[in-house]
């Protein structure tokens, strides 16, 4: 279980950096080691190393945002989790009799019903990722509604795509260049637009 920094400080989920700040600067303060009697020193700088910890990501933006983002990940595992579990001990709550024709046909049902565990938990899964991906997407959403500017780790896939784009970009450029009135319009304008001429030579000069 992911430690809940926002319980350590006393505030709520949806608290302002001000009033993380207030709450840091006053436990802070309550449990400073040299302000405790010496047999309550030691247990006093385990909580402060908590409060600090705590502090430092959630006075981050970036670090809160992906914190509120794990936790609330981890909540609806167990929540998944907790509603599996009892999907499955349900059946196994029932009184079974070998003298009772109804119970014997309960127990075959749940055999049955047990015989397909790969298929239940591909199920599971799915209807977990889902619920996952929603949570995820309306928290990013009200990220957004309250301003919040979402920056997304790009990965070594986004940086070929871009490079690709750039690429292909300069060879239609190119292209386009080796038309005849194209090149007369550039050759005019590098005679006669001397910011256009100055941008030419600095972009010539680099690549010598």
Same mark, same amino acid.
């Given at each position: 279980m992911k430690k809940n920094y926002y319980d350590i400080l006393q505030v709520n989920k949806n608290a302002s950096s001000e009033i993380i700040e207030k709450a840091y600067k006053v436990l802070a303060k309550k449990y400073h080691p040299?302000?405790?009697?010496?047999?309550?020193?030691?247990?006093?700088?385990?909580?402060?190393?908590?409060?600090?910890?705590?502090?430092?990501?959630? =006075?981050?933006?970036?670090?809160?945002? @992906?914190?509120?983002?794990?936790?609330?990940?981890?909540? +609806?595992? %167990? /929540?998944? *989790?907790?509603?599996? =579990?009892?999907?499955?001990?349900?059946? @196994?709550?029932?009184?079974?009799?070998?003298?009772?024709? +109804?119970? %014997? /046909?309960? *127990?075959?049902?749940?055999?049955?019903?047990s015989s397909r565990p790969i298929q239940e938990q591909s199920y599971q899964e799915q209807l977990q990722q889902a619920r996952q991906k929603a949570y995820y997407d309306a928290y990013i959403q009200d990220l957004k509604n309250r301003g919040y500017k979402i920056r997304y780790k790009k990965s070594f896939k986004d940086y070929f795509k871009t490079f690709i784009a750039i690429v292909l970009t300069i060879l239609v450029l190119l292209l386009i260049y080796q038309i005849p009135f194209v090149k007369n319009l550039f050759a005019d304008l590098y005679e006669e637009n001397e910011i256009f001429h100055f941008l030419i030579d600095i972009i010539i000069n680099f690549f010598k």
């Open positions: 040299d302000l405790q009697p010496e047999e309550n020193k030691e247990e006093a700088e385990d909580i402060l190393k908590e409060i600090n910890e705590a502090y430092e990501v959630l =006075s981050n933006t970036e670090k809160r945002h @992906s914190y509120d983002a794990s936790l609330l990940s981890e909540e +609806q595992q %167990e /929540q998944t *989790s907790s509603a599996s =579990s009892q999907q499955y001990q349900q059946p @196994s709550q029932q009184q079974y009799s070998p003298n009772n024709y +109804q119970a %014997e /046909q309960q *127990s075959q049902v749940y055999q049955e019903y």
